[in-house]
């Protein structure tokens, strides 16, 4: 696994991280037929919550970010983008695990939803998250806080 950190956002990462989701979910927006790559980054400069949302740096330079949004009931795992070039190596591992680990000790289930036929769904289960509903582009997962974690 290459040197990486994550640090706070800040308003300054959003167009780094606009662009990086139109990258990152170009194919399975395509595959879905809804790609539009003006739209994909639009919606993540409409909804971009920098007090919720760290940079994933590896080496020093912007590679990623993720976003854990609080809710009434859960929190949201948002905008969950690694560089291509750098999925496989471990880093989303590392980075999902650091939150998920907080959002047990805090007792908070994490909700997501992630695009039909996307790779990243087999990331998501492999840490507990199950199927809670799905329609014609998305799915919705859940993971319930892990017990064992909270009481340790």
């Known amino acids: 696994m290459e040197d990486w950190g994550i640090r706070p956002a800040s308003a300054a ?3 780094a991280v606009a662009e990086l989701r139109a990258v990152v979910l170009r194919e399975d927006l395509e595959r879905l037929g809804r790609y539009d790559g003006q739209r ?3 919606r993540l400069r409409d909804g971009f919550a920098p007090e919720h949302t760290w940079v994933i740096e590896v080496g020093g330079a912007f590679a990623g970010c993720v976003s854990l949004r ?3 009931d859960a929190h949201w795992l948002e905008h969950f ?3 291509p070039h750098l999925q496989g190596g471990g880093i989303g591992t590392a980075v999902l695990r650091g939150l998920l680990e907080q959002c047990d000790r805090d007792d908070t289930p994490v909700r997501l939803n992630v695009l039909r036929g996307s790779p990243a769904r087999r990331l998501y289960e492999r840490h507990g998250f199950t199927l809670e509903t799905e329609d014609a582009v998305d799915v919705f997962m859940v993971r319930e806080p892990d017990g064992a974690v909270r009481g340790a």
């Open 13 to 15: 990462d959003v167009e």
């Open 40 to 42: 994909v980054r639009q």
């Open 70 to 72: 609080p809710a009434e």
């Open 81 to 83: 983008y690694l560089a």
